[in-house]
């Protein structure tokens, strides 16, 4: 084998794999002794040996040690610290929740166990790079390297700056240090994916969160291509931004330079304006990548201040004397009926919704119509440069998605995966995503989690059965109770704190594993949450609706990175909120530090689709603004900030979630059996009246006798008792009542048993 961009990568990813596990698979022994026949090899061994040293500044394993949960680590304004937790050493499979333990020994047979595995499975590989990081991403994700960094992140983060360092060696270089630290982010993602004008939207929606997704990886994939690296340099790939590890030369950057320009205009050509890429770099030292600190600032943060510099000047790399100047060519007399973009040409396509209405489409959203359509059997994608496409034949072409440097097509199978990859394609699998095949693949781990219908469909004369993504009716039909279209939104708080001083030693592998695993739990354990995979790992006080069905009546628009966007039933949606958190904490070991905040709402089913995303995301940052940690759920009346100060600071409209649980474990079981109400609906309302008359004015105690009032009468005053508790000191100190949050709980059951409009 000799020593080409993947041989150099090779020797840095299995460079100290002996020394760490000795009884390796036999094939890597072959594999290092064909690398060791070239010349270089001592060359690129000594420059592995620099890497791994830079890679990570952890301490050595100690012996029978396992890998301590890398959120562990994770403390932000001196918090209280968790309890350090471990992992258990096992494959990474994300239908087996990584359940951590407060004992850090080693299992017997936990290690032989896992390499049993990998020596037979290793069998499978045919010595591509890809597969090797793709097995070794498997298998030693949750096997320590030293004692706070996994041997996958150290092998990668090694192999990424061992052939960063050879490629500087090779090319012009330049000051300010060996290393280039390349991010980028996407805006106007919310008006690219949610601003649709279509009754059928799911499926285009779903369809248009990947577009997004593929366009993303197409310019990592050019980077990479360009730059001379492997998919080792990718950090981070994921929620509309990513971070990739190059070396720092005039070449490197005159063709990130030439990338750049071409992605922003390509992007501005296409809509309109309305979606952009910043994409910039910082350099670093081997010191400072070492220490991943830039003076007293992480790298992190400086590369994310020098990529938002760069978002507030949006479209600067293309502004010049014809900017504003149709380059097209063509008069642009018409638009698109679902982006509203102006085109010279529209392609004609049957409403989704209806089969009947012709719906005028742009070629972009002609494509994700029929991607859309196809999405519940997509197994995959394939990414061909335009250079190759003269190789394909015409049935292909048809089904292509064109992108700033190549195409995509959707894979169903294997064997649609072969004939493209024997093209020249790369592929990206989501199918099985760690699965050794007989052709070259990347995993592509996506939440791709949907409710799928069948109906009967003619085409061709022939009548079949068909699948596709549930409609916002039939998510509503599905509901228990009311009609409603559930929406949650969801992130993870102080995201930038935690990467920025929030982790302690931030080397690069593990500024690296965080990144992954924070990732791996909404792209990779989510589908699985949803199936209700992980279900016996819940408390049994976590606050649920009871509905008998099969298949969750769920849809993933979006989740990756560090937030999702779901939409569903709106009483399986609720269950799911409080399933993720709880899970996300278990996950994260239940650090402080580690929290979740989300925004949950109950629409009907033809509420404008942008109108549901905006009032989502603006009950997420009301849960963030109101302490993080938190979750907003439906609409709650506000104290008058204007009339009373105080008590508006202390009347939050959010709950903490830990509250919420607890409100709902006191009142639920008293009045709701799980199919019906215990007590009348109009008591229910009765009570509700007396919480908004004590939202109005929360100085006047009149709410307590019209409450005490209504209990009497319905023989309900010890069923509600902790309602009728005025505490004299919390008025003293304007804190709120217990009256003041039982809405909350009882607007949901209300919609549980149809008796709520929103």
Known sequence: MLVNKEGVAL?????????????????????????????????????????????????????????????????????????????????LEFDKFPVL??????????????????????????????????????????????????????????????LAIYNRRKETWRDGGEFLLIGADFSGIQDFIYTINMRGALKHLRARSTYLDLISWDI?????????????????????????IAQNTEEAVEKLEKIRNEVVKWLYDEFNGKLYIAIDWIEATRSELKEF??????????????VNERKVRKFEEIIGDDFFIDRSGVAKRHECDVCRKQISEVIPKRDPQTGEAELNLCHTCAFLLELGKHLPYVTGFARIPKRKEDKLISEWKKKKLKMPFSSFYFIK???????????????????????????????????????????????NGKKEIKKHIITFE?????????????????????????????????????VSMLSRLMDYFFKGYLNEIIKGSFDELLPKD???????????????????????????????????????RELFKLYTGGNPSVTLSAGLGFFDENYPLARMAETTKDRLETAKDEGK?????????????????????????????????????KYVPRVYDGRKLKVSKSLLWKILQAQELYVMNPMSISWNYILAYYLSRNNAEELFKELLVLDVSKVKNYEPQEIYFVDGILKVLLFAVRGWRT
């Open 11 to 91: 020797i840095g990813l299995l460079y100290n794999l002996e020394n760490v596990i000795p009884d390796y698979p036999e094939e890597i022994r072959k594999i290092w002794s064909e690398l060791s026949e070239d010349n270089e090899f001592p060359r690129v061994l000594e420059i592995a040996k620099e890497a791994w040293e830079i890679a990570s500044a952890s301490k050595p394993k100690a012996p029978n040690k396992r890998l301590r949960c890398i959120f562990s680590d994770v403390s932000i304004d001196e918090k209280e610290k968790p309890i350090p937790k471990y992992y258990q050493i096992r494959k």
């Open 101 to 162: 333990s407060e004992n850090e020994e080693i299992s017997p047979g936990e290690i032989d166990s896992l390499l049993k595995d990998l020596k037979e499975e290793f069998k499978k590989v045919k010595s591509s790079f890809n597969s090797i990081l793709t097995l070794f991403e498997k298998y030693f994700t949750f096997f320590p390297a030293s004692e706070d960094v996994s041997l996958y992140d150290q092998m990668k983060l090694t192999s990424a700056i061992t």
């Open 220 to 244: 990592v994939m050019e980077i990479l291509e360009e730059l001379n690296l492997t998919r080792a340099n990718l950090i981070y790939n994921g929620g509309g931004s990513f971070t990739i």
């Open 293 to 306: 600190k830039k003076g007293s600032i992480s790298l992190w943060t400086a590369l994310k201040d020098r």
């Open 413 to 459: 199978d294997d064997s649609e995966a072969f004939i493209l990859w024997s093209s020249g394609a790369t592929l990206l699998m989501s199918e099985e995503p760690f699965r050794i095949r007989e052709f070259d693949a990347i995993p592509y781990i996506v939440a791709d989690y949907a409710k799928k219908v069948e109906e009967e469909v003619e085409e």
């Open 474 to 510: 039939g998510l509503a039909e599905n509901s228990l109770g009311a009609e409603r279209i559930g929406v949650l939104r969801a992130d993870v708080d102080n995201l930038g704190l935690i990467f920025a001083r929030g982790l302690k030693n931030p080397v690069p592998a593990r």
């Open 542 to 580: 976590i606050p649920r609706l009871c509905k008998d069905n099969d298949e969750a009546n769920i849809v993933v628009v979006y989740a990756g990175g560090d937030d999702l966007f779901i939409v569903g039933s709106w009483d399986e949606v609720f269950n799911l909120a409080f399933k993720v």
């Open 629 to 665: 940690n938190r979750i907003s759920l439906l609409e709650r009346r506000r104290v008058d900030r204007g009339k009373f100060p105080e008590h508006a600071k202390r009347h939050k409209i959010s709950y903490g979630w830990d509250e919420y649980k607890g409100l709902w474990a």
